[in-house]
């Protein structure tokens, strides 16, 4: 409702980071278009607490982090299970 919007903040770069749970028809509908607009302006973007918790806890860690396929990690499980990948 009104302006500015969020989908008006997202394009204009303004948002950073979204949590966005929704409840009933009317947010669950406008939870579609801030979607795609975060997804277009490369906007990260959570559901629901335990997802924003848990990306926010990665702000904690300081200089890059690494990155694994989920084969990469699948693997590593497996070795320490002694299992084969």
Known sequence: EGRPHI????????????VNTTEGKQAIGDSFSIRREAL????????????????????????PQPVWSLEELHGEIADKRGNPA
């Open 7 to 18: 989908v008006d903040l997202i394009k204009n770069g303004e948002i950073a980071y979204i």
């Open 40 to 63: 277009q302006h490369r906007v990260v973007y959570s559901t629901t607490l335990t997802g924003a918790r848990a990306i926010l806890g990665t702000l904690d860690h300081q200089g």
